[in-house]
Nanobody, 125 residues
Framework: QVQLVESGGGSVQAGGSLRLSCVVS????????MGWFRQAPGKEREFVAA????????YSSDSVKGRFTISRDNAKNTVYLQMNSLKPEDTAVYYC??????????????????WGQGTQVTVSS
């Protein structure tokens, strides 16, 4: 079955950086778009960034644009989220996600079918 495993979360001071990784197994990774979402305590899970199957097109939310970069390595079945200039409001559990259909990439939670277990990111001021 399809499995997504995130890593790379942790605690960092404001202005610092972290890189999250998500390894995907159980499907042909290079045929699917991927996304990152986050959920802060008491808030809805929100879209952060997405990337198409080739890595040629990326999308990000306004709140992270210019600070976070999504990328992928299809040879390693891995999608990354490079997070720079972190702010306390970036504190959340970060999830990688994959859609059910091939050649598809979306920005809404409802468009994703498979989810990782999440990794905690904590940014202190």
């Amino acid at each position: 079955q399809v499995q997504l495993v995130e890593s790379g979360g942790g605690s960092v001071q404001a202005g610092g950086s972290l890189r999250l990784s998500c390894v995907v197994s159980g499907r042909t990774f290079s045929s699917y778009g991927m996304g990152w979402f986050r959920q802060a305590p008491g808030k809805e899970r929100e879209f952060v960034a997405a990337i198409d199957w080739s890595g040629g097109s990326t999308y990000s939310s306004d709140s992270v644009k210019g600070r976070f970069t999504i990328s992928r390595d299809n040879a390693k079945n891995t999608v990354y989220l490079q997070m720079n200039s972190l702010k306390p409001e970036d504190t959340a559990v970060y999830y990688c996600a994959a859609p059910l259909g091939m050649w598809y990439v979306g920005t809404r939670r409802s468009e994703y079918y498979y989810w990782g277990q999440g990794t905690q990111v904590t940014v202190s001021s």
